[in-house]
């Protein structure tokens, strides 16, 4: 998704990533939250309300940082209903166009996520979909 363009517009996305800004979704919550990212780092990421909800456990294991691409790397742990990995990464090309793209490799980690087939795949979709809206209204939140 284009975030616009810049290199104002590639640092407010770096840092919107760098502290879970992405995932301010609704019914998405990022525990511990505002922390910065470091590999190694474990992180509880719920969806739902505060009473019912789905812990998704992950831990960062590669941070891509570079002149044009910045973005981090989590992998499932035990307990997410899925098993896999997924990417975040905001790159900036020659003519200055910013770019988030988010890449998921997963499959399901339990019988119940199993089950629910097609269900589970709709829930990745629309969290995908509300990190990539998030992250561009931080980033226009500020630049304008």
Excluded at 14 to 30: D, F, N, Q, Y
Excluded at 54 to 77: H, M
Aim: charged share 20%.
């Amino acid at each position: 998704m284009s975030m616009g363009s810049g290199r104002v517009v590639f640092d407010r996305a770096s840092e919107g990533l760098r502290t879970w800004r992405a995932h301010g979704v609704p019914g998405v919550r990022v525990f511990p939250d505002g922390e910065s990212l470091n590999v190694g780092d474990s992180v509880i990421v719920t969806l739902g309300m505060s009473r019912v909800s789905v812990a998704a456990p992950c831990r960062v294991i590669e941070l891509i940082e570079g002149p044009t691409r910045w973005g981090f790397v989590y992998a499932t742990l035990p307990g997410h209903p899925e098993r896999g990995e997924e990417a975040f990464v905001v790159s900036i090309d020659d003519e200055g166009d910013v770019k988030f793209q988010i890449t998921a490799i997963s499959q399901p980690g339990d019988r119940l996520t199993r089950l629910a087939g097609p269900l589970g795949r709709g829930v990745q979709l629309i969290a995908t979909i509300g990190y990539l809206k998030a992250l561009r209204a931080f980033v226009h939140s500020s630049t304008r």
